[in-house]
């Protein structure tokens, strides 16, 4: 059983940098795909970055590239999500989420975290 377990978020100021880490309990396959995806209030779940675990292949939205910067220790089993030059609009809680088919998308998503809240004061 795989059990995904967020940390690291908090409240920042805007233009301050947050460290997000995802601990994998279960066994890692090598088509799996880790990814990050936020839910701001009043708002639809929305991807945020992705990694290829057994390739390291990145993908992230439009939103983040340049600030974010997802990661993986496959030994650790653990993913990472450096975010920095934060916003307001980057407020949300966060979520971790695990596709054994190596998808990136939400609905593909085979295992998810309970989320991390991530709050920006402007």
């Known amino acids: 059983q795989v059990q995904l377990v967020e940390s690291g978020g908090g409240l920042v100021q805007a233009g301050g940098s947050l460290r997000l880490s995802c601990a994998n309990s279960g066994r890692t396959f090598s088509r799996d795909t880790m990814a990050w995806f936020r839910q701001a209030p009043g708002k639809e779940r929305e991807f945020v970055a992705a990694?290829?675990?057994?390739?390291?292949?990145?993908y992230y939205a439009d939103s983040v590239k340049g600030r974010f910067t997802i990661s993986r220790d496959n030994v650790k089993k653990t993913v990472s999500l450096q975010m920095n030059s934060l916003n307001a609009e980057d407020t949300a809680v966060y979520y971790c989420?695990?596709?054994?088919?190596?998808?990136?998308?939400?609905?593909?998503?085979?295992?998810w975290g309970k989320g991390t809240l991530v709050t920006v004061s402007s």
């Open positions: 989420a695990a596709d054994r088919s190596g998808g990136t998308t939400a609905s593909g998503m085979d295992y």
């Open positions: 990694i290829a675990w057994s390739s390291g292949r990145t």
